[in-house]
């Protein structure tokens, strides 16, 4: 288990399509725990592998007062519904902005068992999923942004979380 580096815009791995994990093996373990330390040290919500450079379909998400859940070949199945949300990322520091989400969406995945878990969610949750497996996909937040919208930047002294809570 370690802390790692998170990759930074405009590096190209956060460009790159993640590729499905085929076998549970002590490499993908190591991989989620890498994850969980090293979101939990930078305070975020959620950390895609993209983001520490590897180009594997693993993500980690912890929603506040919760345990840390990590999810392996993520895919989102149904969804619907649109709200405007304020979202920043590790990756971006510094920044936020407000972007279109989903009001809920269903996703599947494998857990570390390797056990199939289907997920429904809304809030926090629904947009951590869709901030994740954008990034498997090498997608970014602002990617979202309409036209008449522009990133902020945010005071360095700010406490931002990957992705911040509606109100
Ligand atoms: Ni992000």
Known sequence: MAIVPIYEFPHEVLRKKARKVKKLDDSIHRIADDLIDTMQNAQGVGLAA???GILKRIIAIQLPEEDPRI????EIIAKEGEREVPEACLSV???TGIITRSIWVKAKAWDREWKDVRIRA???LAQALEHEIDHLNGILYMDHLSEHQKLQKVEPETNLEEIQEED
């Open 71 to 74: 999810y392996i070949n993520p």
């Open 50 to 52: 993209n983001q520490i």
């Open 122 to 124: 809304d809030g926090l």
């Open 93 to 95: 520091p510094g920044y």
